[in-house]
């Protein structure tokens, strides 16, 4: 029979080792131990180094100026998308009720996957629970152990998990660069092979290489797998995502992934793709196969938002619009913010102490940003982060630059008027 590994290997004739690091006083002082007693010294370790998160549930009507959320086209609230959201919960019940393939598929998760799939351009599309859940499913049933997979360095840590869980050989090539990936491939030739991006990247907002990246895969015979979670909704024709506006909506080779808790302001996600390719993620990819069915008020919700988008398209070009003026008035300002290719505006702090306390601040004068800090800033540059909403005024847009520059680290006082 084989042997566990050595570090793997539990005594069967004495205690368990503590992991307490103090003095013990008998032979069954380890039985005694917290066996959570580590986690005071992790805690500590987060604390000197500012990391430290906590959360802040907020009230259903919040007199904070929100642009810390993800709700691109301010449809979280929209009626008709909330009336959806409890029609669907009224007819179809609470929860899915099972995982689905067993009773957690009803007809709205099918009427919502075929509208997905046309809007967005692809011949077949699978909603599962989460964004998360998604590209888990993607990329461990996309995938082979004797397989290589190339992900750019700053992929979403959803896809970071996928990579592990996937079992095959994970290349990290540097950010955004397309030579770096035809490198990696042409090291492995003859290897199943999948390259995965974010089409938009949630730190910066900036979008990837697409075109090149497809180039790249098309010529080496290796498949594209793309998360869109930040383009749905704000770019391409009338908001139908990255892969849209750079003409690979639908290519040979190419799959993507998205969340529906973005611009859909509902929650889930989808695997969008050619039939076969979704006909074998419903029979191998383990988070969909055991995992509930998302509930039926979000894919109501999600389903309608996708519909009104399609009678407003405009939205989506208005939430460009706002984050290029709010990256204008911030650097106009003196701020240094990355060039937004989507909804996502992104200030860098002088450190992860100094984006907390920024953060707090604009949160104690009346405004909602994000705070990106290490380890989900792959360049250990911390930022505070803004999501353009198409919903904001000009005025709202005004005040939260103002309150941005105002307590800024580096005492800047003075922001420009809004335009």
Not at 306 to 321: C, K, T
Request: glycine fraction near 10%.
């Amino acid at each position: 029979m084989e042997q566990n590994p050595p570090d793997r290997t539990v005594p069967l004739d004495g205690p368990a080792p503590s992991n307490r690091t103090g003095p013990t006083d008998g032979a069954d002082a380890s039985y005694r131990a917290d066996p959570f007693d580590w986690t005071d010294g992790e805690a500590l370790r987060r604390e000197r180094a500012g990391l430290v998160r906590t959360l802040r549930p907020r009230p259903a009507d919040s007199a904070l100026l929100d642009l810390a959320s993800n709700d691109y086209l301010g449809l979280t609230r929209h009626p008709a998308v909330t009336a959806a959201a409890a029609g669907a919960a009224r007819r179809w019940g609470a929860g899915a009720t099972g995982s689905r393939l067993v009773t957690g598929s009803t007809a709205l998760h099918a009427e919502l996957e075929g509208e997905l799939a046309e809007f967005c351009g692809f011949e077949a599309a699978l909603v599962l629970s989460s964004g998360y859940a998604a590209n888990l499913a993607a990329l461990t049933a996309l995938t082979a152990r004797d397989g290589i997979l190339v992900s750019d360095a700053g992929n979403h840590a959803s896809i970071v998990d996928g990579c592990r869980l996937s079992r095959a050989e994970t290349v990290v090539v540097p950010h955004a660069d397309p030579e770096a990936v035809a490198k990696a491939l042409d090291a492995h030739p003859g290897r199943r092979a999948l390259v995965v991006s974010d089409a938009v990247f949630s730190v910066d907002g900036d979008a990837a290489p697409l075109a090149e990246l497809a180039a790249v895969c098309r010529g080496r015979g290796a498949a594209l797998l793309v998360d869109d979670a930040h383009g749905l909704g704000v770019l391409g024709a009338g908001g139908r995502g990255t892969l849209d506006a750079t003409g690979l909506a639908g290519a040979p080779g190419v799959v993507a992934t998205l969340t529906l808790s973005k611009s859909l302001g509902s929650q889930g996600g989808a695997v969008l793709g050619p039939a076969r390719v979704i006909d074998h993620l419903v029979n191998a990819a383990r988070t969909f196969i055991f995992d509930t069915g998302l509930a039926p008020a979000a894919v109501g919700a999600a389903l309608e938002s996708v519909r009104l988008l399609r009678r407003e398209p405009e939205r989506a070009e208005r939430a460009r619009e706002v984050a290029r003026t709010l990256h204008r008035l911030l650097t106009g300002a003196g701020l240094t913010a990355v060039r937004p290719d989507a909804a996502v505006v992104s200030v860098q702090a002088p450190s992860p102490e100094a984006a907390v306390r920024w953060a707090a601040d604009c949160r104690a004068a009346g405004l909602a940003v994000g705070c990106f800090r290490p380890p989900s800033v792959p360049d250990g540059i911390s930022r505070i982060r803004l999501t353009a909403r198409a919903d904001l005024t000009e005025d709202q847009m005004g005040a939260a630059v103002r309150t941005v520059v105002a307590l800024a680290p580096g005492a800047m006082s003075a922001a420009p008027e809004a335009e």
